[in-house]
């Protein structure tokens, strides 16, 4: 079964550079989800989407930002980049405007230096 | 092995034997709560989901049990394995409102051959 996609798999950046984070959703799914997990920490929520438009916004910073697109990928631009912003950022889709289960991805591992 | 009562960090469980991992859920207008499993350098992955108008749900080797008088949560799972060995979370979510799926503190598990 297709999973959630989310590419690169490893991101490493300097301090105040910009990354782009990109994941494609299981087929058929109408919400997209971001997470940030830093070490030994749960999942933090940031952002979601519902069928391309911007649903719940959690702890993002204000120099991130992302959207979905009319293919119903989603990227997460992060900019001025700082040394705490070093985590893993999942992905995550799920139907039926988030009352299914969250399917996530493998992650993409964010190193800021 | 249990992590009773209050939620415990780490869990270390024989091989074979049952395992029970405790949650705390913070939100009452939650209804909609999910088991994930974590192992390292890979996404959250669903294990076993349960409705506010449930109490038990039983999976493959898998149970979960809800108490939403004390806003508790549990997971219990059969004849553990070492492939059971990973970090579990207890997430919940709203029904037809918010568009995020909240996690609680993670639990890792550790299966002794």
């Known amino acids: 079964a297709a999973g959630v996609i989310q590419s690169p798999r490893h991101l490493i950046k300097e301090k105040r550079e910009t990354a782009t984070l990109k994941c494609y959703p299981i087929p058929r799914h109408d919400t997209v989800y971001w997470y940030q997990q830093g070490p030994g920490q749960d999942p933090q929520f940031l952002i979601s989407f519902y069928e391309k438009m911007q649903s719940d916004k959690g702890s993002i910073p204000d120099r991130f930002s992302a959207q979905q697109f009319s293919d119903y990928h989603s990227e997460l631009n992060m900019s001025s980049l700082e040394l705490g912003d070093s985590a893993l950022y999942f992905c995550?889709?799920?139907?039926?405007?988030?009352?299914?289960?969250?399917?996530f991805g493998n992650g993409t591992r964010l190193t800021v230096t | 092995g249990e992590s009773v009562g209050l939620h415990l960090p780490t869990l270390s469980v024989q091989e074979g034997d049952n395992s029970i991992i405790n949650c705390a859920y913070s939100?009452?207008?939650?209804?909609?709560f999910i088991w994930y499993k974590q192992e390292s350098g890979k996404g959250p992955q669903f294990i076993i989901d349960i409705r506010s108008n449930m109490d038990k749900r039983q999976g493959q080797r898998v149970t979960v049990l809800l108490n939403k008088t004390v806003k508790h949560l549990s997971l219990q799972i059969a004849a553990t394995q070492p492939g059971d060995s990973a970090v579990y979370f207890c997430a919940e979510n709203r029904h037809g409102g918010d568009y995020k799926l909240s996690f609680g503190a993670g639990t890792t598990v550790t299966v002794r051959a």
């Open positions: 939100n009452s207008a939650s209804d909609y």
């Open positions: 995550a889709s799920s139907r039926d405007r988030g009352s299914s289960p969250l399917h």
